[in-house]
């Protein structure tokens, strides 16, 4: 057979091997496009203020009171300033993030920082704050819907604070308090609290009208008899001899 005839026959047999090969290079290549492109984004929702709970360790009471973004509460001692707060779309793992600040004012009104980071609603004890009278955690994120992608290869707790964190401030401004509110007495329907009974026994004069009735003058009790005593005067006995 002649080295012509041979040719034909072998570029046939390499023909369909050759687009085997182009058709898993390129499968192969969509692959890698999907896997660099498919988890490298997830979108985070940004809300403009924070719910905390507040626990005075002392009283027992527990509060609940809301952070905007960049606003300083004090609870007790501390200053809380919430710098940004997530949450996750409800197609994704439900997590509930904020950053925030939180300085402590002692007696001399001087500021120590004693937290600053990521708190999680879902797990109030990692990177909580660690205080002998106050605990302070979060609870939910609320306003707006502002949709923000991030790298999902990057960890929530290795994220980087927000733009807008700062160093501990000089705190020219006064923050917003909160603290636990006595309990309130209960209203009325005319929205006015009921007046306040004192401990003095209470007086009831008789009603418009009433005439009380006539006093009876009371009977003299005469006294007893003495046994020895006669009922009738010694004169008018008769005396026997004298018949």
């Known amino acids: ?16 091997a050759r687009r085997l090969f182009a058709a898993a290079g390129l499968f192969a290549a969509a692959a890698l496009g999907v896997l660099a ?10 809300h ?7 626990l005075d360790k002392i009283t027992g009471r527990i509060i609940t009171f809301e952070v ?7 609870f007790g001692t501390l200053q809380i300033t919430e710098r940004a707060c997530y949450t996750r779309p409800a197609t994704e793992a439900p997590q509930t993030t904020t950053f925030v600040e939180v300085d402590e004012v002692d007696a001399k009104n001087e ?34 819907k502002e949709v923000i992608a991030s790298p999902e290869a ?42 306040i009974q004192d401990q003095a026994p209470v007086e009831v004069a008789p009603p418009p ?8 003058p009371r009977a003299r009790r005469q006294a007893p008899l003495d046994d020895f005593e ?6 008018d006995i008769p005396d026997p001899r004298a018949r």
């Open 154 to 195: 990057v960890a929530e707790p290795s994220l980087p604070p927000p733009e807008n964190a700062s160093p501990a401030p000089k705190k020219a401004t006064k923050p917003r308090r909160v603290q636990p509110q006595p309990p309130q007495p209960p209203v009325d329907n005319f929205g006015e609290p009921p007046p």
């Open 68 to 74: 905007a973004t960049d606003e300083t509460v004090q």
């Open 111 to 144: 500021y120590k920082r004693i937290f600053s980071g990521w708190m999680f609603a879902a797990s109030p004890g990692l990177h909580g704050i660690e205080h002998p009278i106050y605990d302070i955690w979060l609870t939910d994120c609320k306003g707006g």
């Open 230 to 235: 006669s009922p009738v005067p010694p004169g």
């Open 37 to 46: 492109a498919g988890p490298a984004q997830a979108d985070r929702i940004k």
């Open 1 to 16: 057979m002649s080295e012509a005839a041979i040719r034909p026959s072998l570029r046939c047999k390499s023909w369909p």
């Open 48 to 54: 403009p203020i924070a719910v905390f709970s507040g």
């Open 209 to 216: 009208g009433f005439r009380p009735p006539p006093t009876q």
